[in-house]
């Protein structure tokens, strides 16, 4: 299991059982309301719109019958989030404070809790620059199964704001940080031949666009919301030479070359995020999936991985390893950090937020 509901302001699921899986059987005499989620994580994107004079409601929840139940998620303009739950008798309140970011900005927020070990963590990751900032917390509250169904239905006990795309929650603390990669199924070319990427494993090699094969050092693997931000998007055959349609994550950067990146960047190729193309008909979203599994490649320095004749980049980690805190959240955490490469650059020139809408615009044409 692991995402058991998500709601936006069109659709919303609940299974405890897992999103996709067939739901539990009812028993006689049971009454999975009065379950606990022991452990679990509450996920949010939405935009920053937070003001001086206005603090941001994200998300409110308020239930009094058997006993009051109460969940605030809040954003302050100067860049602080806090997560308040009150059930009956009992409270909690955690804050990470945060580099306030531009009006407009879209972010995920998560709360994670895990009830038996008593830890959990509040995280705030920027979508557009990739940027994270994540704290751990003491003795959060699990969240009780009757309250995660009821904010997943977003009724009248739910405020779910104008701006947040969706809300989710799954029954596992869930990474946070990095980028996403491509989707189960998506080939990627090894010295052997083109091998799915959800078959590669720690050791193999994969074929790069200027290393030649190189080992994997990870390989990343997240179940998410096919949601907002995370929704993803279909590259079509024939387009970039394919023979077949590719799944990737929106912020996944593809190599792109030609006439207009040299006269317009100076580069003759540059790294491109996939959802820069959405509008063209290169790229489309791809609907109606509930949850999507995403793979990342990692190697000992950021490359571009051939996928049938598309080339996009592998695993960029930065210096991430030099912060074990920081590590820990994301989906390299049972990794040694020893073990963890440094990213002193990317594989190709990476465009600013500028240059890459103009050289979308012109690619759109």
Known sequence: MSWIGMTDHQRSFFNPAGLGEPALAKTA?????????????????TQFIATPDNEQAVLRYHRVKDWVRELAVTLTANGRLRVAFRQGGAGFEATLDFPAPERDTKMWVY????????????AVKLVDTGQFHVIRIHAPLPMPM??????MRNGRATQLAPETAFVAISDAVEPVGLSAGVATGTPVETPSGAVRVEKLRLG????????GAQPIRWISRRTVPA?????????RAPYFGLTEDILIAPDHRIRVDGADTEYMLGADEVLLEARRLLGSR????ETGMKTVTYHHVLLDRHECLLHDTLWSESLYVGQ???DRHRLN?????????????????FARYRPSDVEARSLAAVLHR
Do not use: C, K
């Not at 005499?29 to 994107?45: F, H, K, Q, R, Y």
């Not at 009757?146 to 904010?151: C, E, R, S």
């Open 29 to 45: 005499g049971a009454s999975p309301p009065n379950d606990i989620l022991a452990t679990g994580t509450m996920m949010v994107e």
């Open 111 to 122: 709360y994670s809790w895990n009830g038996p070990e008593r830890w959990g963590r509040l």
């Open 282 to 285: 290169v790229i489309a979203e």
């Open 227 to 235: 949601l907002g931000a995370f929704r993803p998007v279909r590259l």
């Open 146 to 151: 009757l309250d995660a169904l009821t904010i």
């Open 320 to 322: 991430i390893a030099a």
């Open 204 to 211: 193999d090699h994969v074929m790069t666009a200027t290393s």
């Open 329 to 345: 959240a994301t989906a390299l955490a049972q990794m040694p950090a020893s073990a963890v490469p440094t990213h002193r650059g």
